[in-house]
Protein backbone atom coordinates (compact mmCIF):
# COMPACT_ATOMS: atom_id res chain seq x y z
CA UNK A 1 0.00 0.00 0.00
CA UNK A 2 1.34 3.28 -0.89
CA UNK A 3 1.83 5.48 1.83
CA UNK A 4 2.85 9.03 2.23
CA UNK A 5 3.28 10.85 6.00
CA UNK A 6 4.39 14.37 6.15
CA UNK A 7 5.54 15.67 9.15
CA UNK A 8 6.87 19.67 9.58
CA UNK A 9 4.73 22.69 9.05
CA UNK A 10 3.10 25.16 11.46
CA UNK A 11 2.94 29.08 12.13
CA UNK A 12 5.31 31.30 11.08
CA UNK A 13 6.10 35.11 10.79
CA UNK A 14 6.74 36.86 7.60
CA UNK A 15 10.22 36.33 6.60
CA UNK A 16 10.79 33.17 8.27
CA UNK A 17 11.33 29.76 7.75
CA UNK A 18 9.88 25.79 7.35
CA UNK A 19 10.57 22.65 6.15
CA UNK A 20 8.48 20.33 5.24
CA UNK A 21 8.65 16.42 5.19
CA UNK A 22 7.55 13.41 3.44
CA UNK A 23 8.22 9.83 4.04
CA UNK A 24 7.10 7.63 1.49
CA UNK A 25 6.54 3.30 1.68
CA UNK A 26 5.24 1.15 -0.42
CA UNK A 27 6.35 1.41 -4.39
CA UNK A 28 9.68 2.56 -5.82
CA UNK A 29 9.92 5.97 -4.87
CA UNK A 30 13.74 5.94 -6.87
CA UNK A 31 11.12 5.59 -9.69
CA UNK A 32 8.89 8.07 -9.17
CA UNK A 33 8.53 12.01 -9.72
CA UNK A 34 7.26 13.65 -6.50
CA UNK A 35 5.39 17.17 -6.20
CA UNK A 36 4.44 19.63 -3.55
CA UNK A 37 1.04 21.09 -4.20
CA UNK A 38 -0.54 23.60 -1.66
CA UNK A 39 -4.12 24.52 -1.29
CA UNK A 40 -5.45 27.90 0.23
CA UNK A 41 -8.16 27.46 2.60
CA UNK A 42 -11.53 27.70 0.10
CA UNK A 43 -9.35 27.62 -2.79
CA UNK A 44 -8.06 24.79 -5.50
CA UNK A 45 -4.81 23.29 -5.57
CA UNK A 46 -2.02 25.03 -7.08
CA UNK A 47 1.02 23.11 -7.62
CA UNK A 48 4.28 24.31 -6.31
CA UNK A 49 7.37 22.41 -7.17
CA UNK A 50 8.28 18.58 -8.45
CA UNK A 51 11.92 16.79 -8.21
CA UNK A 52 13.01 14.08 -10.64
CA UNK A 53 13.06 10.70 -9.21
CA UNK A 54 17.07 10.37 -9.51
CA UNK A 55 16.86 13.97 -7.99
CA UNK A 56 19.06 15.83 -10.69
CA UNK A 57 16.14 18.05 -11.62
CA UNK A 58 13.52 20.32 -9.78
CA UNK A 59 11.03 22.79 -10.92
CA UNK A 60 9.46 25.33 -9.29
CA UNK A 61 6.29 27.70 -9.74
CA UNK A 62 7.85 31.50 -10.30
CA UNK A 63 6.38 32.84 -7.14
CA UNK A 64 8.28 30.35 -4.83
CA UNK A 65 11.34 30.49 -7.15
CA UNK A 66 14.12 31.35 -5.18
CA UNK A 67 12.80 30.97 -1.84
CA UNK A 68 11.33 27.43 -1.88
CA UNK A 69 14.50 23.94 -2.23
CA UNK A 70 12.65 20.70 -2.92
CA UNK A 71 15.19 17.86 -2.18
CA UNK A 72 14.88 14.31 -2.14
CA UNK A 73 16.77 11.03 -0.34
CA UNK A 74 15.75 7.78 -2.17
CA UNK A 75 18.02 5.87 0.63
CA UNK A 76 15.52 7.12 2.93
CA UNK A 77 12.87 7.48 0.78
CA UNK A 78 11.41 10.92 1.79
CA UNK A 79 11.39 14.29 -0.15
CA UNK A 80 11.32 17.70 1.49
CA UNK A 81 10.06 21.38 1.21
CA UNK A 82 12.57 23.60 2.61
CA UNK A 83 10.47 27.21 2.35
CA UNK A 84 12.32 30.38 3.54
CA UNK A 85 11.27 34.15 3.15
CA UNK A 86 7.85 33.22 3.60
CA UNK A 87 4.90 35.93 2.76
CA UNK A 88 1.48 35.63 4.06
CA UNK A 89 0.56 34.34 0.51
CA UNK A 90 2.12 31.17 0.84
CA UNK A 91 -0.57 30.03 3.45
CA UNK A 92 -1.82 27.23 2.57
CA UNK A 93 -2.04 23.21 3.56
CA UNK A 94 0.50 21.66 1.51
CA UNK A 95 0.24 18.43 0.05
CA UNK A 96 3.31 15.91 -1.16
CA UNK A 97 2.05 14.04 -3.89
CA UNK A 98 3.41 10.98 -6.27
CA UNK A 99 3.24 11.72 -9.80
CA UNK A 100 2.14 9.00 -12.26
CA UNK A 101 0.77 9.15 -15.77
CA UNK A 102 0.90 13.33 -15.53
CA UNK A 103 -1.76 13.28 -12.65
CA UNK A 104 -0.98 13.05 -8.99
CA UNK A 105 -2.29 9.77 -7.93
CA UNK A 106 -1.42 9.53 -4.31
CA UNK A 107 -1.57 12.17 -1.91
CA UNK A 108 -0.31 12.57 1.44
CA UNK A 109 -2.76 13.93 4.51
CA UNK A 110 -1.48 17.43 4.12
CA UNK A 111 -0.09 20.17 6.70
CA UNK A 112 -1.24 23.37 7.31
CA UNK A 113 1.69 26.50 6.97
CA UNK A 114 0.13 29.90 8.24
CA UNK A 115 2.02 33.00 7.74
CA UNK A 116 1.04 35.53 9.88
CA UNK A 117 2.86 38.43 11.60
CA UNK B 1 -8.21 32.78 -10.23
CA UNK B 2 -7.66 29.91 -11.82
CA UNK B 3 -6.15 29.25 -14.81
CA UNK B 4 -8.75 26.73 -15.50
CA UNK B 5 -12.93 27.88 -15.42
CA UNK B 6 -15.51 25.40 -13.23
CA UNK B 7 -18.32 26.12 -12.58
CA UNK B 8 -18.89 26.97 -8.66
CA UNK B 9 -21.75 24.32 -8.07
CA UNK B 10 -23.68 21.83 -9.52
CA UNK B 11 -26.44 19.43 -7.68
CA UNK B 12 -28.47 16.19 -8.51
CA UNK B 13 -30.66 13.58 -7.06
CA UNK B 14 -29.68 10.25 -6.24
CA UNK B 15 -29.22 8.00 -9.86
CA UNK B 16 -29.20 11.16 -12.22
CA UNK B 17 -26.13 11.88 -13.86
CA UNK B 18 -24.32 15.27 -13.84
CA UNK B 19 -21.74 16.61 -15.81
CA UNK B 20 -18.91 18.88 -14.31
CA UNK B 21 -17.11 21.00 -17.00
CA UNK B 22 -13.90 22.55 -17.50
CA UNK B 23 -12.86 25.25 -19.83
CA UNK B 24 -9.27 25.98 -20.47
CA UNK B 25 -7.13 27.04 -23.69
CA UNK B 26 -5.28 25.89 -26.52
CA UNK B 27 -2.27 26.38 -23.99
CA UNK B 28 -3.58 23.12 -21.49
CA UNK B 29 -6.17 21.07 -22.17
CA UNK B 30 -6.37 22.23 -26.37
CA UNK B 31 -3.04 20.90 -26.90
CA UNK B 32 -2.77 17.87 -23.94
CA UNK B 33 -4.84 14.76 -23.40
CA UNK B 34 -2.95 15.29 -19.78
CA UNK B 35 -6.11 16.20 -18.17
CA UNK B 36 -7.23 14.56 -14.71
CA UNK B 37 -10.00 14.80 -11.96
CA UNK B 38 -9.83 14.46 -8.38
CA UNK B 39 -12.14 14.52 -5.90
CA UNK B 40 -11.97 16.18 -2.67
CA UNK B 41 -14.00 15.10 0.76
CA UNK B 42 -14.08 18.35 3.56
CA UNK B 43 -11.13 17.75 5.60
CA UNK B 44 -9.01 15.26 3.36
CA UNK B 45 -6.72 15.65 0.52
CA UNK B 46 -7.66 15.25 -3.02
CA UNK B 47 -8.22 12.11 -4.55
CA UNK B 48 -7.43 11.32 -8.22
CA UNK B 49 -10.65 10.00 -9.72
CA UNK B 50 -9.44 10.50 -13.43
CA UNK B 51 -5.91 10.65 -15.54
CA UNK B 52 -5.23 11.58 -18.83
CA UNK B 53 -8.54 12.55 -19.97
CA UNK B 54 -10.43 9.85 -19.74
CA UNK B 55 -8.82 6.46 -17.76
CA UNK B 56 -9.67 5.48 -14.13
CA UNK B 57 -7.10 4.52 -11.49
CA UNK B 58 -7.44 1.23 -10.01
CA UNK B 59 -10.34 1.17 -7.47
CA UNK B 60 -12.15 4.37 -8.70
CA UNK B 61 -16.07 3.68 -9.73
CA UNK B 62 -16.96 2.98 -13.42
CA UNK B 63 -19.82 5.58 -12.92
CA UNK B 64 -17.27 8.43 -13.13
CA UNK B 65 -15.87 9.59 -16.67
CA UNK B 66 -14.29 11.88 -18.33
CA UNK B 67 -13.86 13.29 -21.63
CA UNK B 68 -12.51 16.60 -23.79
CA UNK B 69 -13.21 18.40 -26.79
CA UNK B 70 -11.27 21.47 -27.79
CA UNK B 71 -10.29 23.44 -24.88
CA UNK B 72 -12.98 22.12 -22.29
CA UNK B 73 -12.40 18.75 -20.08
CA UNK B 74 -15.65 16.79 -18.71
CA UNK B 75 -16.39 14.90 -15.78
CA UNK B 76 -19.11 12.70 -15.64
CA UNK B 77 -20.84 11.16 -12.40
CA UNK B 78 -23.82 8.81 -13.30
CA UNK B 79 -25.60 7.07 -10.42
CA UNK B 80 -25.07 9.86 -7.98
CA UNK B 81 -24.82 8.29 -4.63
CA UNK B 82 -24.49 10.17 -1.37
CA UNK B 83 -20.95 9.73 -0.83
CA UNK B 84 -19.92 11.39 -4.25
CA UNK B 85 -20.91 14.91 -2.31
CA UNK B 86 -17.53 16.41 -2.85
CA UNK B 87 -15.58 19.29 -4.44
CA UNK B 88 -14.07 18.17 -7.70
CA UNK B 89 -11.09 19.94 -9.47
CA UNK B 90 -9.63 19.45 -13.34
CA UNK B 91 -6.12 20.15 -13.83
CA UNK B 92 -4.41 19.74 -16.56
CA UNK B 93 -0.25 20.16 -17.91
CA UNK B 94 0.11 22.88 -19.66
CA UNK B 95 2.82 24.96 -21.67
CA UNK B 96 2.81 28.08 -19.60
CA UNK B 97 4.66 28.61 -16.43
CA UNK B 98 3.35 26.54 -14.24
CA UNK B 99 3.39 23.72 -16.22
CA UNK B 100 0.73 22.44 -14.62
CA UNK B 101 -2.70 23.88 -13.85
CA UNK B 102 -6.04 23.80 -11.73
CA UNK B 103 -9.61 24.88 -12.10
CA UNK B 104 -11.17 27.11 -9.43
CA UNK B 105 -13.82 23.35 -7.97
CA UNK B 106 -16.92 23.01 -8.54
CA UNK B 107 -19.21 21.55 -5.17
CA UNK B 108 -21.56 18.50 -6.10
CA UNK B 109 -24.67 18.74 -3.56
CA UNK B 110 -26.36 15.18 -3.35
CA UNK B 111 -29.97 16.75 -2.86
Known amino acids: EVQLVQSGGGSVQPGGSLRLSCAAS????????MSWVRQAPGKGPEWVAN????????NYMDSVKGRFIISRDNAKQSVDLQMNSLRAEDTAFYYC??????????WGPGTLVTVSS | QSALTQSASVSGSPGQSITISCTGT?????????VSWYQQHPGKAPKLIIY???NRPSGVSNRFSGSKSANTASLTISGLQAEDEADYYC???????????FGGGTKLTVL
Open chain 1, 97 to 106: AREMDWSWDN
Open chain 1, 26 to 33: GFSFRSHW
Open chain 1, 51 to 58: IMPDGSRE
Open chain 2, 26 to 34: SSDIGTYDH
Open chain 2, 52 to 54: EVN
Open chain 2, 91 to 101: SSYATTSPPWV
